[in-house]
């Protein structure tokens, strides 16, 4: 057995070229078999991992019910394919249908491998509509390459599937066209025996001139003669050996003698029964089809996968079947001509596009946020109490800001705590749930630096043994979007970023200035570098990072947020300038340098600006806790224990670079000491997105709805600043504001650039998290978007005050889906729907009515801020 079937496999490889195919006939009567068993196996198992992927998003009764009607499209798919692997007479059809047959099974089958090897790394299917949109730079490429070993073995595996089902798909088509053949056959010959007088009537009026035109030429002559001694037959039973192994000719170029009879054609108790049944289950789904509900969850999960780069809508239109309506309470869009600022200096200035007036109007419109029914504004609010005494006593001065945006570091990370969900999952690892002493040790020390700054005990050791750093907490902050790029547009600019795939941001209008453009017009008028009063110094922003800028056309996203290129740092600077700098160590992977190469910069820069009497802002983000977790020189501590299987491989190696990084935030603080500026720096750490690897095995948070995913750290220090623990909703667009509130509260500006920080403040979406955050007033929530990765394909959303969140999609391929926080908090049991009306009737049942008007509020506001997202940025999807 084995050995015929390398045999086969042998005659499939030398098939599968053009020139073998045409050199023996035997080579195609086998090939043809193998390739469509190929693309029968590529077709179901992508179907399968499909309906897989979103079975809970069809209830469980409706799913067992409608659920064969699913594989209709790519019955009728296959037949093609079937149609087109017959053993044709003519070559040159047989070559065309080949080719045809080969390149379609080898490009489905690339497309499962890679749909199937993509789900089980991240949780997710391909989007394939976003094929196009995949950026081709080298950064790009390597991570796209770091998936080509699963999407080689899954090809494998097909392949060798393919290799051992051969001929029996091929064969299970035939024997079904063959039923079908005959029972309409059947159905027939009564027709056709009733038109039967008329029918000879016709052909012997035209047989003296066909056979006079015929037997011009002996070939014709031998055609007629042939006509004469065959008369039609019914299909035969199909025989599996002389199928696969006969050399002979075709049915009808057999001799007269080998045609059989009916009598020897009749059908066995067996082969009756089998027919039956065919006839039975296909009659079953036709009719079961024709009484499915037209529901989008259905035609979605009967999408065939030759059809998925092909099938898709328009984003506008998908939220418009939510409601007719545009207009929300009575506003179109906050847009409006744009206030003037007596402060502003005169000529172009970046982020100020809108206010440049020719004749002393605007051609432009700007956001306003006193047209927007979703903003509500806290700035009539005092600053909330325990800082409200030390700022109104001066004792809180901010010469130089510093932003950290932690690559992929989640909130239950930072600090890492006992009895957290992490901890759990590091106890379950071990037997008897009992961590070895010296493991205990090093997650007692992991976090250190963090447990500093947030203010919060981990639980590992006694309590007090840590000195609160000093400012804001706030535990309960989502970031604006799970796109790393997007992520830092959110926090630099006080913006939701644009809802759109990937980075593109910097080719539309970024609707509203960035702290480096804010900063630069504010030094035009502070320039005095010889005051002794830092108030009047000028401000250098600077951005940094000690990994590539290629990814996604970051190199031109940076700049347009107004960081400009000789103040910022990346691994190409780093190569191109600081080639012999011994501070650089050894790359940890294609990505760039670990972050704590940048040690001596930091200090560089800081003391070059206290020498030159500037302000610094610094933006830095990290690169060492991005997937694939390498540590310099590969090195792991054991944080869990890898005998319970899983992935726990993978949270080692993240939990390993989250503790190397917070030893690289340690030295930053001791640098900032060392410089003597550490009283007058306000420092904020947040993360760029979280991960749900340990809840749902995700290494990115592309299309992974998860609230771990969203949920990152965020903390607004200086040593002067009480410890405070926020714990209200907040999201990562409300950085920029509360750093500019704090400079003005604290007076940490001249007259002029307090007198601009006070124009500037209202104009931003974003509540400043120094005063109480007000979570609903009589006219909205305060509702909270984040731009899922890679941006066009859903949006995230929450109140602030609620635990309730949901998820809009934006395209097809997308349920809804709403988590309650407070029944759920890890999201296991989502509520999904690929319509809103079922989706609406499952939290009716669990969560009653209040619930469902959330809901219709939440669905109607997500309608009109992506309409009104796309505006903001001057883009028409």
């Known amino acids: 057995m084995i050995a015929g079937r390398t045999t086969e496999c042998i005659s499939f490889v030398c098939c599968a070229l053009p020139s073998r195919a045409i050199k023996s006939t035997l080579n195609w009567d086998i090939a043809r078999k193998f390739w469509f068993s190929f693309l029968f196996i590529a077709v179901v198992c992508a179907k399968i991992l499909h309906i897989y992927a979103?079975?809970?998003?069809?209830?469980?009764?409706?799913?067992?019910?409608?659920?064969?009607?699913?594989?209709?499209?790519?019955?009728?798919?296959?037949?093609?394919?079937?149609?087109?692997?017959?053993?044709?007479?003519?070559?040159?059809?047989r070559i065309?249908?080949?080719?045809?047959?080969?390149?379609?099974?080898?490009?489905?089958?690339?497309?499962?491998?890679?749909?199937?090897?993509?789900?089980f790394l991240t949780g997710a299917e391909i989007h394939w509509r976003q094929a196009g949109s995949v950026n081709r730079d080298p950064a790009s490429i390597n991570t796209l390459l770091t998936g080509l070993t699963g999407l080689v073995i899954v090809e494998a595996i097909v392949l060798v599937a393919s290799i051992f089902a051969s001929p029996y798909p091929y064969n299970g088509m035939e024997k079904m066209m063959n039923v079908?053949?005959?029972?309409?056959?059947?159905?027939?010959?009564?027709?056709?025996?009733?038109?039967?007088?008329?029918?000879?009537?016709?052909?012997?009026?035209?047989?003296?001139?066909?056979?006079?035109?015929?037997?011009?030429?002996?070939?014709?002559?031998?055609?007629?003669?042939?006509?004469?001694?065959y008369e039609p037959v019914p299909l035969t039973d199909y025989d599996e050996e002389d199928k696969i192994m006969s050399n002979s000719a075709p049915l009808l170029d057999q001799p007269e003698q080998a045609i059989q009879t009916p009598e020897t054609n009749r059908w066995n108790l067996k082969q009756l029964i089998l027919g039956a049944l065919i006839i039975a289950a296909s009659l079953f789904v036709l009719i079961l089809r024709c009484f499915r509900p037209e529901n989008e969850s259905y035609n979605f999960l009967s999408q065939t996968i030759m059809l998925s780069p092909f099938v898709g809508v328009n984003s506008e239109d998908k939220l418009q079947s939510i409601t007719g309506e545009r207009e929300l309470r009575g506003k179109l869009s906050a847009l409006t001509s744009p206030q003037k600022f007596d402060w502003l200096p005169e000529g172009d200035w970046p982020g100020f596009r809108d206010w440049a007036s020719s004749n002393g109007t605007s051609q432009y419109k700007h956001y306003n946020s006193t047209e927007d029914p979703l903003h509500i504004s806290n700035l009539d609010q005092d600053v909330i109490e325990p800082l409200r005494e030390v700022l109104k006593n001066d004792d809180v001065k901010i010469k130089h800001v510093l932003i950290f945006k932690m690559e992929s570091t989640r909130y239950d990370v930072f600090p890492l705590r006992k009895g957290s969900y992490v901890h759990d999952r590091i106890l379950s690892s071990y037997q008897d749930k009992k961590i070895p002493k010296d493991v205990k040790k090093r997650l007692a020390n992991l976090t250190h630096t963090a447990e500093r700054l947030t203010g919060t005990e981990s639980g590992f050791h006694k309590n007090g043994t840590v000195k609160p750093y000093g400012g804001i907490y706030a535990s309960n902050s989502y970031t604006a979007g799970t796109f790393t790029l997007k992520s830092i547009e959110g926090t630099t600019c006080g913006l939701s970023p644009l809802v759109m795939d990937f980075n593109h941001e910097y080719e539309h209008h970024i609707y509203q200035p960035c702290l480096p453009q804010i900063l630069d017009v504010l030094s035009a008028s502070t320039n005095d570098s010889s005051s002794s009063d830092f108030t009047n110094w000028p401000w250098r922003p600077h951005f940094m990072q000690s990994i590539t800028d290629s990814y996604d056309h970051q190199d031109r996203l940076i700049p347009a947020l107004g960081f400009k290129p000789n103040n910022t740092l990346t691994l190409e600077s780093i190569e191109k300038k600081h080639s012999n700098d011994s501070s650089f160590t050894e790359k940890f992977n294609f990505w760039g340098y670990p972050d704590h190469d940048l040690a001596n910069y930091f200090r560089g820069i800081i003391n070059q600006a206290e020498e030159k009497h500037e302000r610094l802002f610094i933006e830095h983000l990290t690169g060492l806790t991005h997937q694939p977790w390498d540590t310099p020189g590969k090195k792991y501590n054991e944080l869990i224990s890898s005998s319970w299987g899983g992935n726990n491989d993978d949270v080692n190696k993240y939990l390993n670079t989250i503790g190397i990084n917070d030893k690289w935030f340690g030295t930053v603080l001791d640098i900032l000491e060392e410089t003597g500026v550490a009283n007058e720096t306000l420092v904020i750490m947040t993360g760029d997105h979280g991960l749900s690897l340990l809840e749902n095995n995700g290494i990115t948070p592309y299309d992974n709805p998860h609230v771990a995913n969203f949920h990152v750290p965020l903390v607004i220090s200086n040593p002067r600043l009480p410890a405070i623990e926020v714990n209200s909703s907040v999201t990562s667009i409300q950085i920029l504001p509360t750093i500019l509130d704090l400079l003005k509260e604290s007076g940490s500006l001249d007259e002029q650039s307090e007198r601009a920080i006070k124009d500037l403040l209202p104009i931003y979406e974003g509540q400043s998290i120094i005063r109480p955050i007000i979570n609903k007033t009589d006219e909205t929530r305060n509702w909270q978007f984040s731009v899922m990765n890679t941006g066009g394909s859903m949006v995230a959303m929450r109140s602030a005050g609620e635990l309730y969140r949901l998820i809009v999609p934006l395209v097809p391929e997308v349920e809804w889906r709403f988590t309650n926080l407070e029944v759920d908090p890890h999201e296991e049991k989502p509520i999904k729907s690929f319509d809103l009306e079922t989706l609406r009737s499952a939290i009716a049942m669990k969560y009653g009515s209040e619930t469902v008007e959330w809901l219709n509020e939440a669905s109607r506001a997500a309608q009109w801020w992506v309409a009104d997202n796309w505006r903001r940025y001057e883009y028409k999807p």
């Open 54 to 93: 979103h079975w809970d998003s069809v209830p469980l009764k409706k799913l067992i019910l409608w659920g064969p009607t699913f594989f209709l499209q790519d019955f009728f798919f296959l037949l093609a394919g079937y149609a087109l692997t017959q053993n044709f007479k003519w070559m040159a059809a």
């Open 96 to 119: 065309l249908a080949g080719l045809v047959v080969i390149v379609t099974s080898l490009t489905l089958s690339v497309m499962a491998a890679a749909n199937i090897s993509f789900y």
């Open 180 to 229: 079908w053949g005959q029972v309409l056959g059947a159905v027939s010959r009564p027709a056709i025996a009733a038109s039967k007088p008329a029918v000879d009537v016709m052909i012997d009026r035209s047989r003296p001139h066909v056979e006079r035109l015929l037997s011009r030429t002996a070939r014709g002559r031998e055609i007629f003669s042939n006509m004469k001694i």
